[in-house]
């Protein structure tokens, strides 16, 4: 079973979860239902693998005039890299 937070919206804290619910399947958002295969959930650990209408290679931040170049793991490779040990990232974009 998965427990569902509606991450996109945020939490300022605990007190604003007023229930939780278990559910068997992930609920359909108008986001995966539109474009199901548009961006796959490991899409930004390898920005070798583009994005079907644009290149990962490059980035503009926030705050930022000009683009950079994409890290792979958003630059956080030493701490999130094991985690995708022995997976293929090219095939699971």
Do not use: C
Not at 19 to 37: C, F, G, H, Y
Not at 57 to 85: C, M, W
């Amino acid at each position: 079973m998965r427990v569902v937070v509606p991450w996109k919206y945020g939490f300022k804290s605990a007190k604003s979860i007023a229930r939780i619910r278990l559910v068997e399947k992930m609920p359909a958002t108008a986001w995966n239902r539109s474009q199901p295969s548009e961006y796959g959930f490991f899409s930004n650990v390898n920005p070798e693998v583009d994005h079907p209408r644009w290149s990962q290679a490059r980035e503009r931040r926030i705050g930022e005039f000009r683009k950079r170049d994409t890290l792979p793991f958003n630059g956080y490779a030493d701490q999130v890299a094991g985690l995708y040990s022995g997976m293929d990232l090219r095939k699971w974009f």
